[in-house]
């Protein structure tokens, strides 16, 4: 599976509320994320674009694979998530064998639904509001043309092209906002 991603920064977040939901766009829940990120033990991988993360989110846990950004438009990657019942297990065996934790990300997060659009307005301690607009494909092929539609909401929502952001989260904790 594919993440087809574009994030922006956002001055007003509110104003881009009201905005999706002039659009159509379906509120579905706001949660509390908090993601712990991990460097692998030989492998840099701030150097080979690829993240792993245990991420709690109301109460679930997941351990996520993040491969490199596909895409100099987007964020583009290839993702792999499972759904884990015991995190703090999971913890523990990743660092036995010599992971360990570079970061923790911290976010509250408003849920949208625009079309087939998975949007997300964010807010991450330490940095400021972002939204997030995201398609997942299983075909490379479509990418482009799921990257065109992202586009052509952002541009809908007048968010402005010098407002957009490639880093993750975890980059502009770590190197610089």
Not at 85 to 114: C, N
Not at 159 to 174: D, H, M, T
């Amino acid at each position: 599976m594919f993440e087809v991603e574009i994030k922006a920064h956002l001055d007003d977040p509110d104003l881009i509320e009201t905005r999706l939901i002039q659009l159509g766009a379906i509120f579905q829940k706001t949660i509390h994320q908090s993601d712990i990120y991990f460097q692998h033990p030989i492998r840099n991988f701030a150097q080979t674009d690829e993240a792993i993360r245990i991420r709690i989110s109301d109460n679930r846990a997941y351990l996520t694979y993040k491969g490199p950004k596909i895409d100099s438009a987007s964020k583009t990657r290839e993702e792999l998530e499972l759904e884990i019942q015991e995190p703090d297990k999971l913890l523990a065996i990743l660092e036995k064998i010599g992971f360990y934790s570079v970061a923790r990300v911290i976010k509250s997060r408003k849920f949208y639904i625009l079309e087939d659009i998975k949007i997300s307005l964010d807010k991450i301690e330490s940095l400021k509001s972002f939204i997030e607009l995201e398609l997942e494909v299983t075909n490379e092929a479509i990418i482009p043309n799921a990257r065109n539609r992202l586009v052509s909401l952002i541009n809908q929502l007048e968010i402005s092209s010098e407002k957009l952001e490639r880093r993750s989260y975890l980059e502009l904790l770590l190197f610089g906002k």
